[in-house]
């Protein structure tokens, strides 16, 4: 390892490996160290990138090994060192995912970066339940909001008349506020809500309910992150594998979308 050093931000996708990008296998096989994330694709990672250091930086929810800083010191470091660096993401680096404060890192530092982007969890892991975020006749927009802290009322007011597809990232510990915010902004209590836990994983599971029980079917049910949750009309066409085509059509027709 020799000579100036680069980092490479890469979007990793929801999962599973095969949703790696072309050019994020590229990275990775040329890779000297991987930083990874716990939701990035890392089981396959002693094949996809032989030569590298493989480094687990994996933050879950309060518990941030050595910290955003220290990841941005480590990679900044390695780099500097003359190696090739892959910082793998799950989903795209630039969703809900820091990427940019790393490339700023990167940027303070004098290091040659940048990004490859990657399937995001916001729209293939509803797509893996059978839901398109958007369908002729019966959504037209999304918006992608992070549930990480609870959202203030005005946003819970825009969302709720927005009248599309709302699609949360990292809500399941804030459902009682986004969905007591949403039904008190006028989101009526019928509205399908689905909830995506483990999505492209063997475990991979779909609960389904309305904004009006779905607080308590999840409790029932024993959702945990790391979860999609998708508010709207959309919902009726998830599916968990085994809905039959016909029943999937008549939903579709019920809501005056199956043209
Ligand atoms: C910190 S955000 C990162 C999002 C990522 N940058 C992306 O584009 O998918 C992490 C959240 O993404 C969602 N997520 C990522 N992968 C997932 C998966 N395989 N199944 C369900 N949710 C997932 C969850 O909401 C999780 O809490």
Redesign the pocket.
């Known amino acids: 390892m020799s000579g100036p050093g680069r980092v490479t931000l890469v979007?990793g996708?929801?999962?599973d490996p095969a949703l790696l990008t072309v050019a994020a296998v590229e990275a990775l096989r040329d890779a000297d160290v991987v930083l990874y994330d716990r939701?990035a694709p890392h089981d396959t990672l002693p094949e996809l990138a032989p030569n590298a250091l493989l480094v687990d930086v994996g933050?879950r929810?309060g518990h941030h090994p050595i910290g955003q800083d220290g990841i941005e010191t480590v990679m900044v470091q390695h780099a500097l060192d003359g190696a090739a660096v892959v910082r793998l993401?799950?989903?795209?680096?630039?969703?809900?995912?820091?990427?940019s404060e790393e490339v700023l890192a990167c940027h303070r530092a004098g290091v040659p970066v940048r990004v490859i982007p990657?399937?995001?969890?916001?729209v293939?892991?509803p797509a893996?339940a059978g839901i398109p975020l958007t369908h002729r006749n019966l959504s037209h927009l999304f918006t992608v909001v992070?549930?990480?802290a609870p959202l203030s009322d005005e946003e819970h007011r825009h969302l709720a008349g927005l009248g599309g597809t709302i699609v949360?990232?990292?809500?399941?510990g804030t459902l009682p506020s986004i969905s007591h915010g949403l039904l008190s902004s006028g989101l009526a209590a019928d509205t399908p809500v689905a909830i995506?836990?483990?999505?492209?994983?063997e475990t991979?599971r779909t609960t389904v309910a309305d904004l009006g029980t779905i607080l308590h079917v999840a409790a029932a049910a024993g959702v945990r992150?790391?979860?999609?949750?998708v508010i709207g009309h959309v919902v009726a066409f998830a599916f968990d594998g085994d809905a039959e085509a016909s029943e999937l059509l008549a939903r579709a027709e019920r809501l005056g979308a199956s043209a």
Do not use: N, W
């Not at 993401?89 to 990427?99: A, E, I, L, Q, T």
């Open positions: 979007g996708g929801p999962g939701l933050k929810p993401k799950g989903g795209d680096p630039y969703v809900f995912g820091r990427g990657g399937v995001s969890s916001s293939a892991v893996a992070s549930g990480h949360v990232l990292m809500g399941v995506i836990e483990r999505g492209y994983s991979q992150s790391p979860a999609v949750i």
